[in-house]
């Protein structure tokens, strides 16, 4: 894992040293173990290290024995003892034990196509010195970020926004369209950035540079798995199947020269990622565990009892509203993304009291997205009995709604229920993104004044529903390629990074998710139950009770904590809101309606703060009109 970051100039100019530094001083807490950069010509490749294969000699850039194929990489290739010894013995000379150094040398074989071979997480910077072409790649699934901006200067790259931004080249206007699609998503969709000068490359996908010219194409798509036909197995061979390919993602995940842990929560994802784990490490397998200290959100006995269980040595961190803040505040500084998952701070502060003891934690994510675990796609289904019942049932129903109430514990009943009346009758896809969503396009609408930049907002994300075989498999690839791709793996990226320490997630492994995506949708979904492959392949590995038990999630008491100690916070920040694209008084009353209990809110509250943070943090930039809408930096300024 680490933080990559270069630059490609036009021809006749040359890489200018103290702007290369500049944007890997912005990324020290991706790779506090060493800075590396390389002057070549007409690009400049550098990296931030963060040390877990070859820890002594592992630096990278790292280039192929003539040193004119230089390539960096944030992430690791898990599959590099096997490509290492196949280009050895067709005469390649390695220096090092890198896994990153394999890369190098696959081009020499392969051309852009070397990224086929790879088998991992990783965002990888390339440039060919005889060529004169830089290539660009991001892994299929999304773990690792990569973004660039085409500039008068050339092209530049990095792992995160900032270190763009740093080089002094790129322009801090925000892009209205992303925003708009934020508050509506939660997230903002690749290619798209929160910056309308930076790009972020789609996962699977590859750039290359070359002269004059830039193109991008995909080397992978998710949705051939999705739409093609299903594989022909029963409950009991795809249980079997799934086993086998999730022993070996987790083996596969598990190569490191440093410590490695795994995040515990007491579920069915993370109790099967530990317990494949801690067969392969032994009794040296440390889990860490969030707990709250609002007993609703508190799952530590789940999750202490699945330890105990598997065998693993536990750390519980507890997280109260006074070190949440405190988390908030240190993560506020390297915001160069809004991110709406709330999550984000308690995934951030277990990182970094996990990293005192390790450097790489397995966690569970993509479970719930390749095999139906989240409650809104049984939902789904409920919905299209809903829309069966006589109209006059459904008119007095849909107005039950607003009168639910608005109670600030975990995810309730009554809260799910008013969700549910909510959009019912709306489309699939429309539905189950705004399900998974924060606001509706018609708040988005009433909180944004009249002709500023957020007024009819254009979201680039489609809301067409993707070709597939059933409904079902439609709304895994929504998730997939949207909230997961966009918004989880984002914030788990950043949480983690932001605590220089690396997380990767053996559910997905692209092998297993070509696995799981050929699946038929009745082996996944039975009912409300989901996962149903997933209980059966580990039947005997999970204890029961962590089988039977309903999907939770890592859910925060952040629906009371803003309305209660975290108010004066959150207000100081709302008022920071330009009163040139937010209306004032809609933004006081979601507040009041929140306060006052009469509707949750917390999606909606949480966005908009979130969003503030990020604005001052980068220095971003509204363009209202032909004015520009600067704020001074009330936190830390990037550049």
């Not at 530094?21 to 590396?36: E, I, K, N, V």
């Not at 907002?457 to 070709?467: E, G, I, K, M, Y």
Request: proline share 6%.
């Amino acid at each position: 894992m680490c933080g990559i970051y270069g630059m490609v100039v036009r021809p006749g100019l040359e890489p200018d040293a103290r702007v290369v530094q500049r944007m890997g001083d912005t990324l020290a807490h991706r790779g506090p173990d060493g800075d590396g950069t390389v002057l070549r010509g007409r690009a400049a490749l550098g990296c931030r290290r963060l040390a877990i294969i070859d820890v002594a000699h592992g630096a990278q850039p790292l280039a192929n024995e003539d040193g004119d194929v230089i390539a960096v990489c944030n992430g690791e290739i898990y599959n590099h003892k096997a490509l290492r010894d196949r280009l050895e013995r067709g005469g390649h000379r390695f220096r090092t034990r890198s896994d990153a150094e394999v890369i190098p040398h696959l081009y020499e074989e392969h051309g852009v196509d070397f990224v086929d071979a790879l088998d991992g997480m990783f965002g990888i910077a390339l440039w060919d010195a005889r060529a004169k072409r830089l290539v660009l790649v991001r892994d299929r699934m999304g773990e690792k970020p990569l973004y660039y901006a085409m500039t008068p200067a050339g092209l530049l790259f990095a792992s995160e926004p900032k270190a763009i931004l740093a080089s002094g080249f790129v322009d801090r206007a925000v892009d209205a369209n992303a925003i708009g699609g934020f508050l509506r998503t939660g997230y903002v969709a690749a290619p798209r950035s929160a910056f309308g000068a930076i790009a972020a490359l789609v996962p699977g996908t590859r750039l290359v540079v070359e002269g004059e010219s830039a193109r991008v194409a995909p080397f992978w798509e998710l949705g051939p798995f999705l739409d093609g036909p299903a594989a022909a197995l029963d409950l009991d061979s795809a249980a079997a199947a799934l086993r086998r390919e999730l022993e070996r993602s987790v083996r596969a995940a598990l190569v490191s020269d440093v410590p490695v842990g795994v995040f515990l929560s007491g579920g069915l994802d993370s109790t099967t990622v530990a317990a494949i784990a801690r067969s392969q490490l032994g009794a040296e397998l440390d889990s860490f565990t969030l707990a709250f200290d609002v007993p609703s959100f508190d799952e530590r006995e789940h999750a202490l009892l699945a330890a105990r269980e598997l065998g693993t040595r536990p750390h519980v961190l507890t997280i109260t509203p006074e070190l949440f803040l405190e988390g908030l505040r240190e993560l506020a500084p390297l915001m160069d993304e809004p991110i709406a998952d709330q999550s984000f701070v308690p995934t951030y502060l277990l990182a970094r009291y996990a990293r005192t003891r390790v450097k790489v934690v397995l966690v569970g994510e993509g479970s719930d997205e390749l095999f139906a675990g989240y409650p809104t796609y049984p939902g789904g289904l409920l919905a299209g009995w809903y829309r069966r019942l006589p109209e006059r049932v459904r008119d007095v129903l849909r107005g039950l709604a607003p009168h639910i109430g608005a109670p600030h514990g975990n995810v309730t009943l009554r809260y799910m229920a008013r969700r549910f009346l909510e959009l019912a009758e709306a489309p699939a896809a429309i539905r189950h993104r705004a399900w998974m969503g924060t606001m509706s396009a018609q708040m988005v609408e009433g909180l944004a004044v009249r002709g500023g930049p957020l007024d009819a907002p254009r979201d680039a994300a489609t809301l067409d529903t993707p070709a597939a075989r059933s409904e079902l498999d439609a709304l895994l690839a929504l998730d997939l390629t949207g909230y997961l791709r966009d918004e989880l793996l984002t914030q788990l990226d950043r949480a983690t990074m932001a605590a220089s320490l690396e997380g990767r997630a053996p559910f997905l492994d692209h092998h297993l998710v070509e696995f799981a995506c050929r699946l038929p949708a009745h082996l996944k979904l039975r009912g409300p139950i989901g996962k149903r492959v997933l209980r059966r392949a580990v039947a005997d590995l999970v204890p029961a009770h962590t089988r039977r038990r309903v999907k939770r999630g890592l859910a925060v008491p952040v629906a009371a904590w803003l309305a209660g100690p975290l108010l004066p916070f959150l207000r100081e920040t709302l008022d920071g809101l330009d009163p040139r694209v937010f209306r004032r008084e809609a933004v006081q009353a979601l507040l009041d309606e929140h306060v006052e209990r009469r509707r949750d809110n917390r999606r909606e509250l949480w966005a908009l703060m979130v969003l503030q943070l990020w604005i001052d943090s980068c220095a971003a930039r509204w363009e209202c009109g032909s004015t520009h809408v600067a704020r001074t930096p009330a936190l830390a300024a990037v550049a």
